[in-house]
């Protein structure tokens, strides 16, 4: 079965930034940071990489019900646990290729955040498909959500 998911609610100024900086350099890695304080449990035992990564279908706070974005997971760490030296890295990359997002932040309105997803591959879909197009990995077809936020695995 083929792994994927699909991220609820992105904010598209985020989307826009990483698809402007892997126009300028097409194998740039790029970071998206979910809110959540839980696990994504698939990427963190599945470890994607650029020779092997999931398929990641987005949908944005102001489209919840499309799919409007697709790329590809390359990777991804646990925000609390990331060495100091690869925080610098990260924090580097950040403020020249995402400008809008600052830095790597590990708590959102005091919750803390866990997730670090690496992308590559981001584009924007010509025309936005239905979220119900997308299937659960138990059969089910995705429902649009009313708010953004989380997850679900796909197949």
Same mark, same amino acid.
């Given at each position: 079965?083929?792994?994927?998911?699909?991220?609820?609610?992105?904010?598209?100024?985020?989307?826009?930034?990483?698809?402007?900086?892997?126009?300028?350099?097409?194998?740039?890695?790029?970071?998206?940071?979910?809110?959540?304080?839980?696990?994504?449990?698939?990427?963190? +035992?599945?470890?994607?990489?650029?020779?092997? &990564? @999931? !398929?990641?279908?987005?949908? /944005?706070?102001?489209?919840?019900?499309? #799919?409007?974005?697709?790329?590809?997971?390359?990777?991804?760490?646990?925000?609390?646990?990331?060495?100091?030296?690869?925080?610098?890295?990260?924090?580097?990359?950040?403020?020249?290729?995402?400008?809008?997002?600052?830095?790597?932040?590990?708590?959102?309105?005091?919750?803390?955040?866990?997730?670090?997803?690496?992308? +590559?591959?981001?584009?924007?879909?010509?025309? &936005? @498909? !239905?979220?119900?197009?997308? /299937?659960?990995?138990?059969?089910?077809? #995705?429902?649009?959500?009313?708010?953004?936020?989380?997850?679900?695995?796909?197949?």
């Amino acid at each position: 079965m083929k792994k994927a998911i699909f991220l609820n609610g992105v904010f598209e100024d985020v989307l826009a930034e990483i698809l402007e900086a892997q126009r300028k350099h097409p194998d740039l890695v790029c970071y998206l940071q979910p809110y959540a304080s839980g696990r994504i449990v698939l990427l963190q +035992k599945e470890k994607p990489t650029p020779d092997n &990564p @999931i !398929p990641l279908y987005i949908a /944005t706070t102001d489209n919840l019900a499309s #799919v409007s974005y697709k790329a590809m997971i390359v990777g991804w760490e646990n925000k609390q646990e990331i060495p100091p030296d690869r925080f610098t890295e990260l924090n580097k990359a950040i403020r020249k290729y995402q400008p809008g997002e600052k830095e790597i932040y590990l708590d959102h309105n005091g919750k803390v955040c866990i997730n670090l997803i690496s992308v +590559k591959r981001m584009s924007k879909l010509s025309s &936005p @498909i !239905p979220v119900s197009v997308l /299937t659960k990995r138990d059969d089910t077809p #995705v429902k649009p959500r009313t708010r953004p936020g989380k997850w679900v695995y796909v197949s």
